[in-house]
């Protein structure tokens, strides 16, 4: 549309007489600033180099940063409702992802498919299941440290077993 909006323009000034720099400056600003009043957030978040706060895309990018920085970086499955999608937390870690799903009836599903890392709802009966399956190892210490865990929405199983030291001391074993 503003492709066509100019080429009008430019054209309508061109028809108007002799075409002259000055007409088709002028007629190309008014078409400019028609298209900029009203428009100039978007404008600004369209070439803005930052990412926005309320971005959908952000808390995603958030754990991928964390999950990188543990070292905890491998193919990724996401179950249940979710404030992160699991998709973005694969793509910004540059692996594969293994999708989401919003329920899961056993946990071989989860080794059968191959992810490294599993994000769950934390508090939820899965979160539950798989903190006391020892093929699972919480990340809560790697990612959150100790006493910040529970403030977050998330949690981050592996599905390989972490040794006592990567744990907090008030998890389980292998957990």
């Known amino acids: 549309m503003s492709a066509a909006s100019f080429g009008f323009t430019l054209h309508v ?15 190309v600003s008014l078409v400019t600033l028609s298209l900029i009043i ?8 369209a070439f803005s180099l930052s990412e926005s706060a309320s971005s959908p895309y952000s808390p995603s990018k958030i754990l991928a940063n964390k999950l990188r920085a543990a070292g905890l970086i491998g193919p990724v499955a ?18 594969q992802s293994f999708g989401h799903i919003d329920k899961l009836d056993d946990l071989e599903e989860i080794l059968s498919s191959g992810a490294a890392l599993v994000i769950v709802p934390r508090g939820t009966t899965l ?11 919480s990340a ?12 977050n929405p998330v949690e981050v199983f592996l599905t390989r077993p972490l040794t006592a030291s990567d744990t907090c001391p008030e998890s389980g074993p292998g957990h």
């Open 13 to 27: 000034a061109g028809a108007l007489g002799q075409p002259r720099a000055v007409q088709r400056t002028l007629a």
């Open 38 to 45: 009203g428009n100039e957030g978007d404008l600004r978040r």
């Open 78 to 95: 996401a179950v249940g409702p979710l404030p992160v999608d699991g998709r973005y937390v694969a793509y910004a870690l540059n692996v």
């Open 127 to 137: 979160a539950r299941q798989l903190r006391e399956d020892r093929r699972f190892a």
């Open 140 to 151: 809560d210490k790697q990612l959150f440290g100790c006493d910040a865990a529970n403030e």
